[in-house]
T-cell receptor, first 111, second 115 residues
Framework: QKEVEQNSGPLSVPEGAIASLNCTYS??????FFWYRQYSGKSPELIMS????GDKEDGRFTAQLNKASQYVSLLIRDSQPSDSATYLC???????????FGTGTKLQVIP | KAGVTQTPRYLIKTRGQQVTLSCSPI?????VSWYQQTPGQGLQFLFE???????NKGNFPGRFSGRQFSNSRSEMNVSTLELGDSALYLC??????????????FGDGTRLSIL
């Protein structure tokens, strides 16, 4: 079983719609959760961090965390073609544990 | 504040050679992690260094090694290069303190091509 799972996509949404990206993880002691965006040929760029259950909003982005269900999601409102990229979910347990990345979901925003 | 700097950006080598990649973390960051990324494989964790010590290690053969210096700069070395080592090698830094939950920040990567 993969430690961090994401649907590889592609997830296609029309411009202006809400894109919903999902991620599940297996380690119950995970404490820190991150979303990265990676454009083709570029390195991952941090979008958001979330540490507590509930929602965290930053501009058009909302991260949602449910530790009981071991589920973290990223919502992108008013999706733009420039949001087309691969979105990586990353999870970290506490202390000296390494960060574990999912394989990413490719998002395509159709003009 | 300068970001994570990786050098060189591009590298072409032949099978059997060895290569050294360099990473300078964000100022104040003491943890440096290395990843290999190939199409379809996602980010594969190589190792993490903190205060000149390897703190975590991924499932790569011994041909892959690394080290960290007292100024937190890190290098990774790949010996006896194979065609399958062609990849984007990414370095990421974070504060790295004991209970650190801060995110990693990535450099632009080194694209290694093996002929």
């Amino acid at each position: 079983q993969k430690e961090v799972e994401q649907n590889s996509g592609p997830l296609s949404v029309p411009e202006g719609a809400i894109a919903s990206l999902n991620c599940t993880y297996s380690d119950r002691v995970s404490q820190s959760f991150f979303w990265y965006r990676q454009y083709s040929g570029k390195s991952p760029e941090l979008i958001m961090s979330i540490y507590s259950n509930g929602d965290k909003e930053d501009g058009r982005f909302t991260a949602q965390l449910n530790k009981a269900s071991q589920y973290v999601s990223l919502l992108i409102r008013d999706s733009q073609p420039s949001d087309s990229a691969t979105y990586l979910c990353a999870v970290k347990a506490g202390g000296y544990q390494k960060v574990t990345f999912g394989t990413g979901t490719k998002l395509q925003v159709i003009p | 504040k300068a970001g994570v700097t990786q050098t060189p950006r591009y590298l072409i080598k032949t099978r059997g050679q060895q290569v050294t990649l360099s990473c300078s973390p964000i100022s104040g960051h003491r943890s440096v992690s290395w990843y290999q990324q190939t199409p379809g494989q996602g980010l594969q964790f190589l190792f993490e260094y903190f205060s000149e010590t390897q703190r975590n290690k991924g499932n790569f053969p011994g041909r892959f090694s690394g080290r960290q210096f007292s100024n937190s700069r890190s290098e990774m070395n790949v010996s006896t290069l194979e065609l399958g080592d062609s990849a984007l090698y990414l370095c990421a830094s974070s504060l790295g303190e004991g209970s650190d939950n801060q995110p990693q920040h990535f450099g632009d990567g080194t694209r290694l091509s093996i002929l």
